[in-house]
């Protein structure tokens, strides 16, 4: 008779920093798996890579400007997408970025973004999301709701990137 071991704690890894559910089981944001900057740490990396694995995200969207680590998914056998945001022409990337987050989420995809830190540009790109989907009715209630998810205040650039949100027509 063989005996196997469960998966031990060490398996299952480590939550991301900052890790937030916007839409409940579907679409979660969070900061860089391994942090960001001086404080990223390859075995953080790894164990963190490993929890959103092991918590069944069928997709890891990045929206870093520069793809280092991403081929870190890969050795996890996790499916990564590369969406960095533009620093302008933002109308036309939230229209594509909405387009294929929907696709994907209609499909039934578990989805995490993430960029260096939980920052303004990923909170108003899901509050923008959020809106645009039609999933909260007007930019006030949308920043508030966003707010409360993600216990953070959002400064300009999410304001902004909302105000976008609020003038690109939807498609279904």
């Known amino acids: 008779m063989s005996v196997v071991a469960g998966k031990g704690k060490w398996a299952q890894g480590i939550r991301p920093r900052n890790f937030h559910w916007v839409i409940a089981d ?71 970025f909405f387009d294929e987050l929907r696709g994907l989420l209609s499909s039934g995809e578990r989805v995490l973004l993430h960029a260096e830190e939980l920052s303004d540009r990923v909170c108003g790109l899901v509050a923008g999301y959020i809106l645009w989907a039609g999933l909260v009715e007007d930019s006030p209630t949308v920043v508030n709701v966003v707010e409360q998810l993600t216990q953070r205040q959002l400064g300009p650039i999410g304001r902004e990137l909302v105000s976008i949100a609020s003038t690109l027509p939807t498609r279904n």
């Open 26 to 96: 579907r679409l979660a944001v969070c900061e860089r798996p391994g942090g960001y900057g001086a404080n990223h740490r390859k075995v953080r990396r790894q164990e963190e890579i490993i929890w959103v694995r092991e918590q069944g995200f069928t997709c890891v969207i990045s929206l870093i400007t520069a793809p280092h680590n991403l081929h870190n998914y890969d050795e996890f056998g996790v499916v990564w997408r590369h969406r960095p945001v533009p620093e302008d022409d933002l109308d036309v990337f939230e229209t594509s």
